[in-house]
């Protein structure tokens, strides 16, 4: 079992950056690929990036591309997602996810544990 608390959300102007992080507990963060959606108003949950257990290996949607990346820290069990160059469209609520047999690591449904989320607006 993995618990995940996200922090790191608020208002930003567009051009902006923000940095949201990832708590989690357990002593077996290492095992798990991480992810990280969001969820706007009235849209399904997109894939925003994921990193391997190791962290060796990112992946990012086409639409953050070159804007955000993503980063690990398996000692302090955290997990970062660093956004620079913020739009208006980024405005969602942002949510960390665990698991640790995922394959299809763009796929929400392939994550078993989840965080609260963390608003994001970015105003224009």
């Known amino acids: 079992q993995v618990q995940l608390v996200e922090s790191g959300g608020g208002l930003v102007q567009a051009g902006g950056s923000l940095r949201l992080s990832c708590a989690a507990s357990?002593?077996?963060?290492?095992?798990?690929?991480m992810g990280w959606f969001r969820q706007a108003p009235g849209k399904e949950r997109e894939f925003v990036a994921s990193?391997?257990?190791?962290?060796?290996?990112?992946y990012f949607a086409d639409s953050v591309k070159d804007r955000f990346t993503i980063s690990r820290d398996n000692g302090k069990n955290m997990v970062y997602l660093q956004m620079n160059s913020l739009k208006p469209e980024d405005t969602s609520v942002y949510y960390c996810?665990?698991?640790?047999?995922?394959?299809?690591?763009?796929?929400?449904?392939?994550?078993?544990?989840w965080g609260q989320g963390t608003q994001v607006t970015v105003s224009s």
């Open positions: 996810a665990a698991d640790p047999t995922v394959v299809q690591h763009t796929n929400p449904g392939a994550y078993v544990y």
């Open positions: 357990g002593r077996t963060f290492s095992t798990y690929r």
């Open positions: 990193i391997s257990r190791s962290g060796a290996r990112t």
